[in-house]
T-cell receptor, first 115, second 112 residues
Framework: GAGVSQSPSNKVTEKGKDVELRCDPI?????LYWYRQSLGQGLEFLIY????????KSGLPSDRFSAERTGGSVSTLTIQRTQQEDSAVYLC?????????????FGSGTQLSVL | DAKTTQPPSMDCAEGRAANLPCNHS???????VYWYRQIHSQGPQYIIH???NNETNEMASLIITEDRKSSTLILPHATLRDTAVYYC?????????????FGQGTELSVKP
């Protein structure tokens, strides 16, 4: 089957606009992660979904960031009123999410540029 | 999650074994050790994981010390394509906390 798919691959927006980033996980994977990677930096955890449990939002940097996962599959990360410091690669990953053995499969990411 | 410590960078000659160390002195009995790598401009890629026994797969070997306070990832015959940032992560066996946290990793440069 297909891997983790993210869209768009590139997004250029103006400061103050809202953006939506989409992630299609691998079919059957119950766990889904969002990470952010600024230029030359490591991976910053944003949010984690596991099955029907309440998501772990502890990594979201501000209330401008939100994410949802519909039907336990597709996830959308929304950034409201974008700022220049939001420019980064946004990576999505999924895993089977069983017994805590986390073999994550990553998408290719969305490169977000806020002008 | 237990904290891990890795050297920021390492060099390795092409064709030689690359041995990447990781200290996780506060690891607890229910935590796995995971290794991922990130090649430039790509998403991270899972390499291997282990609990207490040494593990080997088609990509690498993982050696965990008997006290589990450190581990070494071994790439037996490094190639130029193995140039990447390598992340060592520890995480509980059970779904406690959930999230997988990446540190700064080791930047491995394989040189001809």
């Amino acid at each position: 089957g297909a891997g983790v798919s993210q869209s768009p691959s590139n997004k250029v927006t103006e400061k103050g606009k809202d953006v939506e980033l989409r992630c299609d996980p691998i079919s059957g994977h119950t766990a889904l992660y969002w990470y952010r990677q600024s230029l030359g930096q490591g991976l910053e955890f944003l949010i984690y979904f596991q099955g029907n449990s309440a998501p772990d939002k502890s990594g979201l940097p501000s209330d401008r960031f939100s994410a949802e996962r519909t039907g336990g599959s597709v996830s959308t990360l929304t950034i409201q009123r974008t700022q220049q410091e939001d420019s980064a690669v946004y990576l999505c990953a999924s895993s089977l999410g069983i017994t805590g053995v986390e073999k994550l499969f990553f998408g290719s990411g969305t490169q977000l540029s806020v002008l | 999650d237990a904290k891990t410590t890795q050297p920021p960078s390492m060099d390795c000659a092409e064709g030689r074994a690359a041995n990447l160390p990781c200290n996780h002195s506060t690891i607890s009995g229910n935590e796995y050790v995971y290794w991922y790598r990130q090649i430039h401009s790509q998403g991270p890629q899972y390499i291997i994981h282990g609990l207490k026994n040494n593990e080997t797969n088609e990509m690498a070997s993982l050696i965990i010390t008997e006290d589990r306070k450190s581990s070494t990832l071994i790439l037996p015959h490094a190639t130029l394509r193995d140039t990447a940032v390598y992340y060592c992560i520890v995480r509980p066996i059970y779904n406690q906390g959930g999230k997988l946290i990446f540190g700064q990793g080791t930047e491995l440069s394989v040189k001809p």
